[in-house]
């Protein structure tokens, strides 16, 4: 449009054309500008006007669509973004199988490891097995043993001096359990290899029942440890003293009460005294204490054993008798 003023203004004296869109324009009817041509100015003017408009529009025609560039810029960023995206994909899936590889590298190293150790391991077992069954071979194996070299020393002297030892110690542990050893202890005993029935001391005695069979006078007789009283019972079937217990009420008291409420218990049947085992029951009555024994009297000796002063008296069933010990008197 300023182009177009400019036009109108300046002298077109010396333009004798003006190129069109269409051709040109005959421009010599303006040769004079004093001639009242006003037709001919505005012919010209719409001429100008003509061509400033299909100039604007040709303008407009080639300016950029700003819309489809904003449209077409979008449209690029999102394939950016799309394109980074699957970058970024390819990039994680090739991490990933990256890793994957690794531990795919690593599962396998160990498990061929593994099957390494195992069979070595199977390697090593059979080895054992084989040792094994070497050694178990050998030791089935029948060895040829030599005979032993025939033993001509003679032990006759003595196998006879072990079986006399050997009898010799039988007796001592009969005459033990049947309370007839022979021993040095100081306390009251009443042992001895006498038989009750049978006087072997071969010694008469005092009688300590004083001349009247069924009172026996209590002492201090034998090895004893002061007055009191040892009653016993000897079987004759089977050579030994038996429990005492179930006859000690043949024997009262001067009043006639029992032995065990009147008198206290000294010591017990079967009493182990270290060196044997005491066969009687004791108990502590004072010396010259006459009981009364409710029994057929049979035999008084002296015991050269340890009894002292003995009397015996004969139970209800014949192969028991009543023996009493350390009773008043002497030999």
């Known amino acids: 449009m300023l182009f177009t003023l400019l036009l109108l203004f300046n002298s077109v004296t010396d333009v004798s054309t003006i190129e069109i869109s269409n051709g040109q324009y005959n421009m010599t009817r303006f040769a004079s500008l004093g001639q009242n041509r006003a037709s001919d100015y505005a012919t010209a003017g719409r001429v100008v006007a003509n061509e400033a408009s299909k100039a604007f529009d040709a303008t407009r025609s080639f300016n950029p669509n700003y819309t489809d560039l904003a449209v077409q810029g979008m449209k690029a960023r999102n394939y950016e973004k ?18 994957a590889g690794v531990q795919e590298t690593k599962v396998i190293s160990d498990a061929r490891a593994d099957i390494s150790n195992t069979q070595t391991k199977s390697r090593k077992a059979g080895k054992l097995a084989a040792m094994g069954g070497l050694i178990a071979k050998a030791a089935i194996t029948p060895r040829k043993v030599e005979r032993p070299a025939p033993v001509t020393t003679d032990y006759s002297g003595k196998k006879t001096s072990a079986q006399k030892a ?3 110690a039988q007796q001592e542990l009969d005459n033990f359990n049947q309370g007839n050893t022979t021993t040095t202890d100081s306390s009251d005993v009443a042992t001895g290899p006498t038989t009750p029935s ?10 300590a029942f004083s001349g009247d069979p069924s009172t026996f006078m209590t002492g201090n007789t034998g090895r004893s440890t002061g007055p009191h009283l040892d009653i016993r019972v000897w079987s004759i079937s089977k050579g030994a003293y ?6 000690i009420h043949h024997v009262t008291a001067p009043g006639g009460g029992s032995l065990v409420d009147s008198y206290p218990q ?4 079967l009493e182990n005294r270290g060196s044997y085992i005491h066969q009687g029951i004791d ?8 009981l ?11 015991d050269n054993s340890g009894g002292g002063n003995m009397s015996i008296y004969q139970l209800p069933d014949p192969d028991l008798e009543l023996v009493l010990m350390h009773g008043q008197g002497s030999k």
């Open 82 to 99: 799309r394109a980074a995206w699957a970058a970024q994909e390819k990039m994680a899936k090739s991490g990933i199988k990256a890793v």
């Open 166 to 168: 050997i009898d010799e």
């Open 198 to 207: 049978t006087n072997t001391s071969g010694t008469p005695s005092q009688n």
């Open 242 to 247: 038996v429990d005492p217990h179930s006859h």
């Open 266 to 269: 000294t010591s017990p049947y």
């Open 283 to 290: 108990y502590g009555i004072e010396e010259g204490t006459p």
């Open 292 to 302: 009364n024994v409710n029994l057929p009297f049979t035999d008084s000796y002296w």
